[in-house]
């Protein structure tokens, strides 16, 4: 059974993934099996943030970084993120990615329980 229109489907398909450090970051939250967004839901992500002039955001689950990277590069340049992240081996992977994407300036990865710090 079909669910997605072939025609949406192909056009998430040919979607620019976000340029080439998405693509790695991508690939590898695959490989590692995380639950990694694609480019369709990261560009939705990037329109939610500029139609409602977001200025912080804050995300739960950083696994490593892929959706704070779309989150992030959204933002204005005073704009913030704030990502939760249970796993520390996780987070410091994520923060790579952030700094290597420039976007380091603008996440704060919280490493433990949300539920402690919310």
């Not at 739960?60 to 992240?85: C, H, K, Q, V």
Request: aromatic share 6%; charged share 20%; proline share 7%.
């Amino acid at each position: 059974m079909q669910i997605v229109d072939p025609d949406i489907e192909g056009y998430r398909a040919a979607l620019d993934p976000g340029g080439t450090p998405f693509a790695r970051v991508a690939a590898e939250g695959e490989a590692l099996r995380l639950p990694i967004i694609n480019p369709a839901v990261g560009r939705f992500l990037e329109m939610l943030v500029i139609a409602t002039g977001t200025r912080r955001a804050l995300e739960i689950g950083t696994a490593n970084g892929y959706s704070a990277l779309w989150l992030a590069r959204s933002l204005p340049p005073d704009g913030e993120i704030f990502t939760m992240e249970l796993d520390p081996e996780r987070a410091e992977l994520a923060r790579g990615h952030f700094q290597e994407a420039g976007l380091a300036e603008r996440v704060s990865v919280i490493v433990g329980l949300a539920l402690i710090h919310i």
